[in-house]
């Protein structure tokens, strides 16, 4: 391939400007990398301005209670750091539990949360609904609320972090899709935006749900599979649900926002593959009977707005970020967030940023190494709604 442009050099081109590629960019730069960052389409464009926007410290596995302990602090400090408030609502999850065994799995979680430090409180039926009095009682046993939890403001992650990469002077290419590479001697030397050539010592895929289309440039496979998600939005009403909800039994969540939308979804109902980001009315459907059995006071309210967005899932529901000795040097992939990456985005950035310009791995990002599906060492997270 004939290079166009080749006297651009940069210590490290970032590939897709979602979340997770901003932060990254702006913690490179902050070390004084030159970066560039590159978006196939609008920055925000993926999955980082289609999700529910909340953030939990409670997971299934320790290695992402612990990634989340720590993240929510990135996520508490943005404001003060990058000068955008992103309106954190430390609203607390609230988990409905209608089946024993749902009870008993939540006290075994419970004992490691607690040794974390961040254990949560068990409720009955009466003090459910002292929280919220509309739940529908039916069948609800308990519930368990994250009082460390809740629900923040996206958008503005990702304009805090875009006013800050134009301040530092980071370019940031949009419309502009990564089409290949050029690679010599095992090392990846410049990425191709059609006839446009860039060249970096370093290469870092976020491109979420797309990341494995971008690796497959270079003969690399990702196990991240996109599924297709459907989230809606209510017109406002009086605020009268404080948590963020998941109900286990009729498999829905649902918060309200500080302007008095609800925006949730369902647990269970999604594609796999890259269908196209399109509304069904079969979702409609399915949530707003869930949403209605679980708060029947909502039955009036009219949804105002639906949307879909991929999660970009791996086989154990958590995050890729790192290199793997197989791949081409110079190559470097933080993409996979299965669901969870927007809370995690922040802490993510920064992690990658410490490795590659240190070459050092974190201890926080270590359990999260592309050589865990060769070794078996899988993340045992089962958390994901
Ligand atoms: C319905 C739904 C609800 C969710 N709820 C939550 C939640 O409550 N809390 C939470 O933390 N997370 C949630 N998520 C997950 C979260 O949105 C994602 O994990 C996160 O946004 C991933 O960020 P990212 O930067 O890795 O990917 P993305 O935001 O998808 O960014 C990837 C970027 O790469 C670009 N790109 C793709 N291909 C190329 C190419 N060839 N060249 C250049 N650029 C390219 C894309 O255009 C895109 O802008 C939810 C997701 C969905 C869909």
Same mark, same amino acid.
């Given at each position: 391939?004939?290079?166009?442009? %080749?006297?651009?050099?940069?210590?490290?081109?970032?590939?897709?400007?979602?979340?997770?590629?901003? *932060? +990254?960019?702006?913690?490179?730069?902050?070390?004084?990398?030159?970066?560039?960052?590159?978006?196939?389409?609008?920055?925000? %464009?993926?999955?980082?301005?289609?999700?529910?926007?909340?953030?939990?410290?409670?997971?299934?596995?320790?290695?992402?209670?612990?990634?989340?302990?720590?993240?929510?602090?990135?996520?508490?400090?943005?404001?003060?750091?990058? $000068?955008?408030?992103?309106?954190?609502?430390?609203?607390?999850?609230?988990?409905?539990?209608?089946?024993?065994?749902?009870?008993?799995?939540?006290?075994?979680?419970?004992?490691?949360?607690?040794?974390?430090?961040?254990?949560?409180?068990?409720?009955?039926?009466?003090?459910?609904?002292?929280?919220?009095?509309?739940?529908?009682?039916?069948?609800?046993?308990?519930?368990?609320?994250?009082?460390?939890?809740?629900?923040?403001?996206?958008?503005?992650?990702?304009?805090?972090?875009?006013?800050?990469?134009? $301040?530092?002077?980071?370019?940031?290419?949009?419309?502009?899709?990564? +089409?290949?590479?050029?690679?010599?001697?095992?090392?990846?030397?410049?990425?191709?935006?059609?006839?446009?050539?860039?060249?970096?010592?370093?290469?870092?895929?976020?491109?979420?749900?797309?990341?494995?289309?971008?690796? *497959?440039?270079?003969?690399?496979?990702?196990?991240? +599979?996109?599924?297709?998600?459907?989230?809606?939005?209510?017109?406002?009403?009086?605020?009268?649900?404080?948590?963020?909800?998941?109900?286990?039994?009729?498999?829905?969540?649902?918060?309200?926002?500080?302007?008095?939308?609800?925006?949730?979804?369902?647990?269970?109902?999604?594609?796999?593959?890259?269908?196209?980001?399109?509304?069904?009315?079969?979702? +409609?459907?399915?949530?707003? *009977?869930?949403?209605?059995?679980?708060?029947?006071?909502?039955?009036?309210?009219?949804?105002?707005?639906?949307?879909?967005?991929?999660?970009?899932?791996?086989?154990?529901?958590?995050?890729?970020?790192?290199?793997?000795?197989?791949?081409?040097?110079?190559?470097?992939?933080?993409?996979?967030?299965?669901?969870?990456?927007?809370?995690? %985005?922040?802490?993510?950035?920064?992690? @990658?940023?410490?490795?590659?310009?240190?070459?050092?791995?974190?201890?926080?990002?270590?359990?999260?190494?592309?050589?865990?599906?060769?070794?078996?060492?899988?993340?045992?997270?089962? @958390?994901?709604?």
């Amino acid at each position: 391939m004939k290079p166009v442009n %080749s006297n651009i050099e940069y210590d490290v081109a970032v590939i897709g400007a979602g979340a997770v590629g901003l *932060a +990254t960019s702006y913690h490179l730069a902050s070390k004084g990398m030159r970066v560039i960052l590159i978006e196939k389409n609008y920055a925000g %464009s993926g999955s980082s301005t289609r999700n529910a926007a909340g953030f939990r410290v409670h997971f299934n596995s320790e290695h992402n209670v612990k990634f989340m302990v720590e993240g929510r602090r990135r996520l508490v400090g943005f404001g003060g750091e990058m $000068g955008w408030n992103p309106i954190i609502f430390d609203s607390g999850y609230l988990w409905l539990l209608s089946t024993e065994a749902d009870l008993q799995e939540f006290k075994r979680l419970n004992t490691m949360w607690s040794s974390l430090g961040v254990g949560g409180r068990f409720l009955d039926t009466h003090e459910v609904r002292e929280v919220i009095p509309e739940l529908n009682p039916q069948g609800l046993l308990g519930g368990f609320y994250g009082p460390q939890d809740g629900t923040f403001h996206h958008d503005l992650i990702l304009f805090g972090y875009q006013e800050k990469l134009e $301040g530092m002077g980071v370019p940031l290419l949009e419309s502009s899709p990564v +089409t290949g590479f050029n690679v010599s001697s095992r090392r990846v030397r410049s990425v191709l935006i059609g006839s446009k050539e860039i060249r970096a010592e370093r290469f870092v895929v976020c491109a979420g749900a797309w990341s494995p289309q971008v690796t *497959a440039m270079l003969g690399v496979s990702l196990p991240i +599979t996109p599924e297709r998600r459907e989230l809606g939005v209510t017109e406002p009403v009086k605020h009268f649900i404080k948590p963020f909800v998941i109900s286990l039994k009729n498999r829905v969540y649902f918060a309200q926002g500080l302007r008095g939308e609800i925006r949730g979804g369902v647990t269970d109902m999604f594609r796999k593959g890259y269908h196209p980001l399109v509304s069904t009315l079969e979702w +409609t459907v399915a949530y707003a *009977a869930r949403l209605i059995k679980t708060l029947p006071t909502v039955s009036n309210v009219r949804l105002n707005r639906q949307w879909s967005g991929y999660y970009e899932v791996t086989p154990d529901h958590s995050q890729i970020m790192g290199a793997h000795p197989s791949w081409p040097e110079g190559l470097f992939v933080a993409a996979g967030f299965s669901g969870h990456g927007m809370m995690m %985005s922040p802490l993510a950035g920064e992690l @990658m940023a410490e490795y590659i310009a240190t070459g050092r791995i974190p201890d926080l990002m270590r359990p999260y190494s592309p050589e865990r599906f060769d070794e078996n060492r899988l993340i045992d997270e089962a @958390m994901v709604f």
